[in-house]
């Protein structure tokens, strides 16, 4: 790597996550690399997620935690208003129940950047819970570690953002594959890293998996309407990765219906959110008054 020692902005939203934010703060804390700050926006919890943040940043004095509390507006507003109040040459946006394993992650992520001139990086995922459908989440996650489809950059060139602009703020569901085609299309450079992984820690029963697909389908149509091609291409059910795969399914039968089974369920759920959210868009046909 270069003798370039840029700032890395990690940033974080989070709402009521007393008992996993200290996972995370603790995984960024033990980063290899040195030049980072950590901006979390905490997006209106009412549990002791704040208390948490300030414990950590006392137990942590040699990482910069930024803090940033706003009114409940979603995960999207609360990634936009970290990018305006971060610093950083690159930005890596990261959930609140992620984890970083290794300690080399940024140290990697700006090798990759710096010395190959990327400008934006994905970077693949493990599923870190318990129970059968963690599991199967687990082995999607890597079934889908070489489709580019169903992988956005994280990872970003703080130049990137300032030309191709922020996270749309109207959706709650694919926000990061909308802004990933805009990097796509404005011609930037980004890459799949694959000597590095985040553990993503996953709902862990099928009720939560509803919960949260549903929610997603609400603003999902916002997404397919404004790029059609690229949502078909990224959410049909059959996955070309599927069949590239096709020996993991084999290997692992079960986990594979496992995945199958939660895929139509999940889809199944998102469509109910996408009808329930256009049923509430149409107007209501007016009564007419009798005029006897």
Not at 2 to 11: E, Q
Not at 217 to 234: C, D, N, V
Request: charged residues 30%.
């Amino acid at each position: 790597m270069s003798n370039a020692n840029p700032l890395v902005s990690i940033i974080v939203p989070t709402f009521n996550r007393a008992a996993q934010i200290s996972l995370f703060v603790k995984s960024v804390a033990r980063q290899g690399y040195e030049n980072i700050e950590l901006i979390i926006v905490d997006d209106g919890s009412q549990d002791e997620t704040k208390k948490v943040i300030e414990a950590c940043a006392k137990e942590n004095p040699n990482l910069i935690i930024r803090l940033i509390s706003q009114k409940h507006g979603g995960m999207t507003r609360a990634r936009n208003n970290g990018f305006l109040n971060s610093r950083g040459d690159y930005c890596w946006f990261l959930d609140s129940d992620m984890e970083l394993p290794i300690g080399k992650e940024v140290e990697e992520c700006i090798r990759k950047c710096v010395d190959e001139h990327f400008d934006a990086l994905m970077i693949p995922e493990r599923s870190q819970g318990k129970g059968f459908w963690a599991r199967c989440r687990g082995f999607e996650k890597i079934i889908n570690d070489d489709d580019l489809n169903k992988n956005a950059v994280r990872f970003i060139r703080r130049e990137v953002l300032d030309q191709v602009g922020l996270y749309d703020p109207n959706l709650t569901a694919a926000e990061d594959f909308e802004f990933h085609n805009r990097v796509k299309k404005a011609g930037f450079r980004f890459a799949l890293i694959k000597n590095i992984f985040i553990y993503h820690h996953e709902v862990d029963s099928i009720k939560k998996m509803i919960k949260k697909a549903f929610g997603y389908g609400k603003t999902m149509s916002l997404y397919i309407k404004k790029r059609p091609k690229e949502a078909f291409e990224q959410f049909f059910i059959i996955r070309p990765a599927y069949f590239k795969n096709w020996k993991l399914f084999i290997k692992d039968p079960i986990s594979g219906f496992g995945l199958l089974t939660m895929k139509f369920v999940q889809y199944s759920a998102a469509a109910a959110g996408i009808i329930v959210y256009l049923g509430r868009k149409i107007p209501r046909p007016q009564k007419i008054k009798s005029s006897n």
